[in-house]
């Protein structure tokens, strides 16, 4: 079952965190989480998902940033969440995909208990701006059924900036 947005306001504080938090980014059924002002890309046109590949950072002006075809852009939400008890998921917001960009390419599936910063793969079919602190994507709560572990990873959980891979670790 997902919970309506009333049900996600009337939570907040237990067993959902969103700070900042305003009600004027509430939906029906979900909340809208806007896009810092950092992103990451990789430096290396070929990644090894055996290494760990370096990254360089780019700042998204107030006047925006033009995304390029191609290119994988590495974000990260403004909002800090933490959920227990249920299971978050992040969706870019269909204003965004509608233009062209994607906010997900496998990763919006958040685990019972992830605390942090959500780290977002931005891609793009056509060249278009992008601004800091624009709505990008909405997350939204599963209630669960049955007995659960906490999420407990020592690669994202906690995250307060943007994460790259760290598949690489699961070699070591």
Known sequence: MILTGK???KRLGGDIIIEPYTGEQLNPNSYNLRLHNELLVYK??????????ETEAIIIP????????????????LEYTE???LVPMILGRSS???LGITVHITSGFGDIGFCG??????????????YPGMKICQIFYHDVLGEYDTYNSNKYQGSTKIMSSQMYQEFQ
């Open 44 to 53: 290396n046109d070929v990644l090894d998902v055996k290494e760990k590949n």
């Open 96 to 98: 965004v995909g509608r």
């Open 62 to 77: 107030d006047e925006g940033l033009l995304l390029e075809p191609g290119q994988l852009y590495l974000a990260r939400t």
């Open 117 to 130: 910063y959500w780290t977002l793969q931005l891609t793009c079919v056509k060249r278009v701006r992008i």
């Open 83 to 85: 959920t227990y008890g």
């Open 7 to 9: 049900e996600i306001e």
